[in-house]
């Protein structure tokens, strides 16, 4: 699991609507840096350095597994993407956004242009005094004393006004959901994707143990002979797995992602199990489904064939690499009736044809977002 960090950062505007502006940070700041718990009230100031249009100003507490040079670039990035153009010319001007950071725990960094503490936040006022409303014993790193008293010292006489204006604090993933189940065809990366968010958020995974299925190969080279016992073999392990981590999750409240959904054995039985086999697999499959706790948000992620067969042949698995394009198909089409006659599971269908969440942290925060974003019904 990735170490989570408590951040302070300093949002400024003086372009456009301003609180738009500073909304837009907001979100985008939850998504790509890392949870935001405390917003400040907004501030009005004066232009510093420069005449130009009133500054509105805010400071947030923001808790990232981020490293200080990942974030310098991510704060960046937003800015770019939020209108910000920056130039060559010296000295303070008119900006859409700027975000600064702070502090980063009680580090102190010194990492190209990156300063951590902020060189000149002690001596602005409009830095100050949201910090000082969302933070006020926080002690700075350099001076060991807490930001109240910093603000307390502070000689800027510059004006600053506390005004009426709201902004929405945006919920994360994990105050949004307790549990999420990933599924998606073979290849679709669901794992992968699983350990992303696992890792971001320091979630309890739960993934699937396929690879320890002495069924699995044999199933692979003779599915007639081995379609019964492969799937039943599955089906006991992943209700044990479920339950055994499900009733963890009651008692402690964790935030849970798994790369699968008991209903997978249901889908994948109907494929390979004839019609007899069948009836006796549903009868066992019913008893134990009742026992196992639904996700708040079940996620399928759909990818198309050929990249289905792509990703299967890069990673590379004997036993996998002679599976079929019709196959693959039987499973789509087999989720596909799930998804229909499953309402009640709230489920999000992400198309991740062109995208590579693995290796572009766009494409990864994208998907983020449609999460977060989904209305459960």
Not at 109 to 116: E, G, R, S
Not at 180 to 192: D, V
Not at 222 to 244: G, K, V
Not at 304 to 333: F, M, P, S, V
Request: hydrophobic share 40%; proline share 3%.
């Amino acid at each position: 699991m990735k170490i989570v960090r408590t951040t302070y950062l300093s949002l400024g505007t003086n372009l456009g609507n301003r609180i738009e502006n500073l909304q837009s940070a907001i979100d985008e700041i939850n998504v790509s840096v890392g949870h935001v718990r405390k917003i400040s009230s907004v501030y009005k100031t004066r232009s510093w350095g420069f005449e130009g249009e009133d500054f509105y100003n805010i400071c947030l507490e923001v808790s990232s597994s981020l490293t200080p040079e990942k974030m310098i670039k991510t704060v960046l990035d937003i800015e770019s993407k939020l209108g910000r153009l920056r130039n060559s010319k010296q000295g303070y001007n008119n900006r859409i956004i700027d975000i600064d950071i702070l502090l980063f725990d009680d580090e102190i960094i010194f990492y190209n242009d990156l300063k951590v503490p902020h060189p000149d936040m002690l001596q602005r006022k409009f830095v100050l005094v949201p910090l000082t409303e969302i933070a006020p014993n926080v002690i700075h790193p350099i001076a060991k004393k807490t930001i109240l008293i910093c603000l307390q010292n502070c000689t800027d006489n510059g004006d600053i006004e506390k005004t009426d204006a709201k902004l929405t604090r945006p919920i994360s993933l994990v105050e949004k959901y307790n549990y999420i189940a990933i599924e998606g065809n073979i290849g679709s990366g669901k794992t992968s994707l699983a350990k992303k968010i696992g890792d971001d958020y320091n979630a309890k995974l739960v993934l699937e143990r396929f690879a320890d299925n002495p069924f699995l190969p044999k199933f692979y080279a003779d599915e007639e002979r081995y379609a019964f016992p492969l799937e039943m073999s599955f089906l006991a392990d992943r209700y044990h797995q479920l339950t055994d981590d499900i009733a963890q999750f009651d008692l402690f409240k964790n935030f849970i992602v798994s790369d699968y959904f008991i209903f997978k054995s249901l889908i994948f039985a109907q494929i390979t199990l004839p019609k007899e086999e069948y009836s006796l697999y549903r009868k066992m499959f019913d008893i134990m489904y009742k026992e196992i706790a639904k996700p708040d948000v079940y996620v399928f992620l759909y990818q198309n064939t050929d990249r289905l067969i792509d990703n299967i042949k890069k990673r590379g698995r004997d036993y996998e690499q002679n599976i079929k394009a019709d196959y693959l198909g039987k499973i789509h089409k087999g989720y596909l009736s799930f998804i229909k006659s499953k309402e009640e599971l709230n489920t999000l269908i992400i198309d991740v044809s062109e995208l590579d969440f693995v290796n572009n942290e766009n494409d990864y925060r994208i998907i983020l977002k449609q999460i977060l974003d989904f209305k459960s019904t």
